[in-house]
């Protein structure tokens, strides 16, 4: 067992579905859906409501996580379009593009069946909480930047490509630790916290971040841990895993997306200015010892270990724009050739403005000028972003 590098909270079987505007429309359709009834925030009971949900985020360009009330809604979905059975989750994606590079790692599983046998590279070890095979897939769609979908007498056109992920996960709801947990951590240079999300009791939450505070006091003293923040299925559990991971983590990561929420506006990611002012605001709200926020315009750390995370930051740009270009499957020459890429002179200008901004204790990379992607992959990029940014950390 490689415990070098170990990564929880817990991974996923998801179903990834190729994107097909014609049965989306003839699903609007066949559910009565008007322009009126697309919703970002309702509950998804229903598969006429996860359509409606679906079709507000492509209006909106934005991507996010939803709950579902049943796994048969995603099973049902799922049915009527291509799929692609592949192993989601932030643990697992950045387990895998660490593989890529040659980094092994040990993961903390709640769930498995055979599909996660089958897929999990040989580098990857893991513990795990299950106790039998079950599989509960998360929905994920992708879909492109300038689709068209026509919603009774009004045409939809997405003005960024995007990912949403739908599920109803029990394993991962009750996110159970594994006993042998502390036996991984006591060797570990690294321990990547994510998951907490999908909770959705308070005191299941209270209970699981008490076991793993527990299971963290045998890291070695200098081992580095890094939280991986996410959409949340209960929004008012965020604060409290904030509260407790700005204490617990040395980096504090999380995306634009999850940016915005905490700031309740959207932040222009190409003004500096305006991004300075958002990233001292949000550092404000988490006061962890580094801050780290990736964009898809650029990447930065802020705090302690800001200057040292430099390179931890590019490679994570380079494993996400990877993955971007190629989806799964990508190699190491892969990735070394998305490494020689160069930066669009926007996204260079910007990164250097906010790191004058923000002074000394920031580092800012801008990403990689990707505009001629033509079918870009966009599921799994946060993903594969920690995934490079560990494996930068171990490749040092």
């Known amino acids: 067992m490689s415990t070098r590098f170990v990564l929880g909270m817990g991974g996923t079987v998801d179903y990834e579905i190729r994107w097909d505007t014609a049965v989306l429309e003839q699903l609007a359709a066949e559910h009565g859906i008007g322009p009126e009834d697309l919703d970002l925030s309702a509950p998804v009971e229903t598969v006429?409501?996860?359509?409606?949900?679906?079709?507000?985020?492509?209006?909106?360009?934005?991507?996010?996580e939803r709950f579902v009330?049943?796994?048969?809604?995603?099973?049902?979905?799922?049915?009527?379009?291509?799929?692609?059975?592949?192993?989601?989750?932030?643990?697992?994606?950045?387990?895998?593009?660490?593989?890529?590079?040659?980094?092994?790692?040990?993961?903390?599983?709640?769930?498995?069946?055979?599909?996660?046998?089958?897929?999990?590279?040989?580098?990857?070890?893991?513990?795990?909480?299950a106790t039998e095979d079950t599989l509960d897939p998360h929905l994920i769609v992708q879909y492109p930047a300038g689709t068209r979908v026509r919603v009774g007498d009004v045409e939809l056109v997405a003005p960024h490509p995007n990912r949403i992920i739908y599920a109803n996960d029990p394993p991962h709801r009750e996110l159970r630790i594994a006993a042998d947990l502390p036996d991984a951590l006591r060797t570990a240079d690294v321990f990547l916290l994510s998951s907490f999300n999908v909770i959705q009791d308070p005191a299941t939450l209270e209970s699981r971040l008490t076991q793993v505070r527990e299971a963290m006091r045998v890291l070695p003293p200098d081992a580095l841990v890094v939280f991986e923040d996410a959409g949340y299925h209960v929004p008012a559990l965020s604060r409290r895993v904030r509260d407790e991971m700005v204490w617990a983590a040395d980096v504090y990561s999380l995306n634009e997306d999850e940016m915005h929420a905490y700031l309740g506006r959207p932040v222009d990611?190409?003004?500096?200015?305006?991004?300075?002012?958002?990233?001292?605001?949000?550092?404000?709200?988490?006061?962890?010892?580094?801050?780290?926020?990736?964009?898809?315009?650029?990447?930065?750390?802020?705090?302690?270990?800001?200057?040292?995370?430099?390179?931890?930051?590019?490679?994570?740009?380079?494993?996400?724009?990877?993955?971007?270009?190629?989806?799964?499957?990508?190699?190491?020459?892969?990735?070394?050739?998305?490494?020689?890429?160069?930066?669009?002179?926007?996204?260079?200008?910007?990164?250097?403005?906010?790191?004058?901004?923000?002074?000394?204790?920031?580092?800012?990379?801008?990403?990689?000028?990707?505009?001629?992607?033509?079918?870009?992959?966009?599921?799994?990029?946060?993903?594969?972003?920690?995934?490079?940014?560990?494996?930068?950390?171990?490749?040092?």
Request: one cysteine or more; glycine letters at 10%.
């Open 48 to 64: 006429r409501d996860l359509v409606r949900s679906l079709l507000a985020f492509v209006r909106d360009g934005v991507g996010g």
């Open 69 to 129: 009330a049943s796994s048969d809604i995603v099973e049902e979905f799922a049915a009527r379009f291509p799929k692609e059975v592949t192993l989601g989750g932030t643990c697992v994606r950045a387990a895998i593009a660490m593989d890529v590079l040659g980094v092994p790692s040990t993961m903390h599983l709640v769930s498995i069946d055979d599909n996660v046998r089958r897929l999990l590279p040989a580098s990857v070890d893991y513990v795990s909480s």
């Open 269 to 396: 990611l190409l003004d500096a200015p305006t991004v300075a002012k958002a990233v001292e605001e949000l550092h404000a709200l988490v006061p962890a010892p580094t801050l780290v926020v990736h964009t898809k315009y650029w990447a930065l750390a802020v705090g302690q270990r800001a200057a040292a995370l430099r390179p931890a930051l590019v490679g994570g740009i380079t494993m996400a724009s990877t993955r971007y270009r190629l989806g799964d499957g990508f190699t190491a020459d892969d990735y070394a050739a998305t490494r020689a890429m160069t930066a669009p002179a926007v996204g260079q200008r910007v990164s250097a403005e906010v790191a004058d901004l923000l002074g000394g204790d920031a580092a800012v990379v801008p990403a990689l000028d990707l505009s001629d992607v033509a079918a870009p992959t966009t599921i799994g990029l946060g993903d594969s972003f920690v995934g490079g940014f560990l494996a930068a950390l171990g490749r040092r």
